[in-house]
């Protein structure tokens, strides 16, 4: 039982009013579950909602924000959970979970599928792969897919296609003023333009409709593991094999303590490793021989690439990324990865503070680079890495330390990086950093938010605030 007390004060008749108009659950501190309802995956984020409502369909949701609004309440938005600053929650305030509204429907003959908005990557994929269809989604299966979606999505399907938002063919939103919209290329195409990328600033998305692509079932992919004391090696090699990777490989870099993981040999535990980690989406053999100059580097601590059903690599780093972990990302598009760029991310790696924190090279460019730039409110879609630290604790301690330093890490890197950075990925870094990542797309979408929420009603996220 929650031992803090929301200050907020709701009658108890004004909730049993609520209650009585929703199918779903409404649940306030003091009531069993509170605790559990309460909960986000990033445990940095220990918030007291004045109330949490467990939607069960759309008119939940139209009925919860109107709920808000009469009441003044600071409105969160939930779907998967995953949001690294901790937007999905709040003190005091009400969240709108949708996480049980999952139900997902694929049309296997046209290669689509509409998928509510609590659906979580491992459900969709589950559902798609039975047609041996996917979409681009998330690298751990427990994300949701409306923040991510949103925000653009970034996963081992982009280079071949294109970004989780680039496969957005409409979605059902439910707006500040209660409207349910239809949003589509053809139906309110500015809204439409807005939710690839803009993240929940312009309404609550109840169902994403998605075009689906034949994959698998199997693939090749996997990651291999090097000696820590190589990373400057890998990492030259890396930035050359990127330019002639296929579109089918999408790959990543990443900069790790090793984790007590079967599948790391033992006396390598805790020790500093480099991972080169990806999948091949196209013919096995052509998987294979694209990834193998991967595992040809000499002397792997373990080798991992392989062949294996695709929705078992979209799980695959699962155990490894699980709740409650203190999580702060800080993440910025390179322009590129010069020698001193390699020399300072080892620095830094050298002097890491925690064993759970990750320094990612995320290979970009592919489909993801020939959608034209102004197709969509996604940032950039030019630079060829993306850099992501991922600074993370498993309590508590250290979580003040895990931050200064990848701060720090990415105050180091500047020369390399653009300016730019993915939404998804930002902490809760001010309105500032909110503009670097739209870049010159921030005043389009204030405009936007001037149409559809110009009170700000939706304003726990990466915000666009309204020009009033
Ligand atoms: C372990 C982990 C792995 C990740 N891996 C990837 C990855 O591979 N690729 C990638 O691109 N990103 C990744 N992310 C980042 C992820 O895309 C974002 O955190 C995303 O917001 C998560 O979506 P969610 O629905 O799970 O989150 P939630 O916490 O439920 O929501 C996050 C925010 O999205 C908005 N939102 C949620 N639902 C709705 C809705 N129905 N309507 C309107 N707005 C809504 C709200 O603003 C909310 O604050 C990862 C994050 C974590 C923690």
Redesign the pocket.
Known sequence: MAIHETTTVLGDATVAELTQAVRGEVIRPGDPGYDDART???GAHDKYPALILRCAGVAD?MRGIEFARSQDLLL??????????????CDDGMV????GMQEVRVDPVARTARAQ??T?WSTFDHETQAFGLATT????S???????????????LMRKHG??CDNLISAD?VTADGRLLHASEDENADLFWGLRGG????????SFEYRLHPVGPMVTAGPVFYAGDRAAEIMRFYREWVHDAPDEATTLLNLLTAPPAPFIPEEWHGKPLVALIGVHSGALADGERALRPLRELGDPVADLIGQLPYVAMQSLIDPL?GPGAH?Y?KAGWLGGLDDAAIDTLIHYRDTVTSPKTEIHLQHIGGAVARVPADATAFGDRSAPFLMNITASTFTADGYDEAVSWAQDLYGAMTPALTGGT?V??LSNEGEERVRAAYGDKYERLVALKDAYDPTNV?R???NIAPSA
């Open positions: 986000i995956w990033n949701v969160a938005v939930r779907g998967g959970k995953h949001s690294i600053p901790g937007f999905s929650t709108l979970d949708l996480s908005a609590g979580t989604g998330g690298l751990v427990s994300t949701g897919i409306a923040g991510f979606t949103l925000g653009g999505g970034i996963g081992w970004l989780t939103v993240g929940g600033n312009f309404g609550v998305v109840t990324w999580s990302f993915y998804n990925f939706f726990l996220n990466q």
